[in-house]
């Protein structure tokens, strides 16, 4: 079973052990742990191909901040305010992110139409390698329901801790 169809079919019924998982990783020290996020995300992105999956750019409208929207409003050849104006708005946190989601730029192939242009925040998502991984664990938490490989990545850290 592939990886995707797999966290498919346990996300919800894994939800509170996973809670009790993150809660027993937060324990563990930040060294050994980034140094196995950036090791198991590198695992789980081979046996993952974002393109099945898109599931990010289908449900989490990501924030774009200023420099975000002048890059790509260049590349569309469109005044920063026009861009804010079609593709922005503000949310509950105050944060200017994409109007819509899916988001506006996610093709029916699950490319998307700016990927050289994309926002940071698109760049650096599910935040579990760059030997950042015990910064995010509230994200880690919420993601684990959202993104198949950080799924699965808590998880293989959780094994290999055990
Ligand atoms: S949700 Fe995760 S696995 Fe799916 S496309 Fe986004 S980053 Fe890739
Ligand atoms: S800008 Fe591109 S990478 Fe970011 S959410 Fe939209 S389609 Fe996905």
New binding site residues.
């Given amino acids: 079973m592939s990886l995707i169809q797999d966290w498919k079919n346990r996300r919800q019924t894994s939800k509170k052990q996973h809670r009790k998982l993150i809660d027993r990783l937060k324990r563990e020290k930040s060294k050994k742990l980034n140094q196995l996020g950036d090791e198991l995300h590198e695992e789980v992105f081979q046996e993952?191909d974002?393109l099945d999956?898109?599931?990010?750019?289908t449900s989490i409208p990501p924030i774009v901040n200023r420099t975000d929207a002048s890059r790509i409003a260049k590349h569309l050849g469109m005044k920063v305010t026009q861009f804010q104006n079609e593709y922005l708005h503000q949310d509950e946190d105050g944060d200017m992110v994409m109007n819509t989601s899916p988001c506006p730029f996610l093709q029916k192939d699950h490319t998307c139409l700016i990927y050289e242009f994309r926002p940071r925040a698109c760049r650096e998502?599910?935040h579990t390698d760059n030997f950042e991984f015990a910064e995010h664990f509230k994200l880690h938490k919420e993601n684990m329901m959202?993104?198949?490989?950080?799924f699965h990545i808590v998880e293989r850290i959780g094994e290999a801790l055990k």
């Fill in positions: 993952i974002c999956c898109a599931n990010c750019c998502y599910p959202y993104c198949p490989a950080v």
